[in-house]
């Protein structure tokens, strides 16, 4: 999972970013849908 302030790569057990200190929370998707369609995207592609 990654800070979504930072964008830093975080550890799944982490409550907050050791970074910046953002709370993240582990339940939360921390992939946007937009993020997701270009994925998509990129498979289809190949
Ligand atoms: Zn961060």
Request: hydrophobic share 30%.
């Amino acid at each position: 999972m990654y800070c979504p302030n930072c964008g830093s790569e975080l550890n799944e057990k982490m409550n907050f970013c050791p970074y910046c200190g953002q709370a993240v929370q582990k339940t939360a998707t921390t992939i946007p849908a937009v993020t997701t369609g270009e994925y998509r995207l990129v498979l289809v592609s190949s």
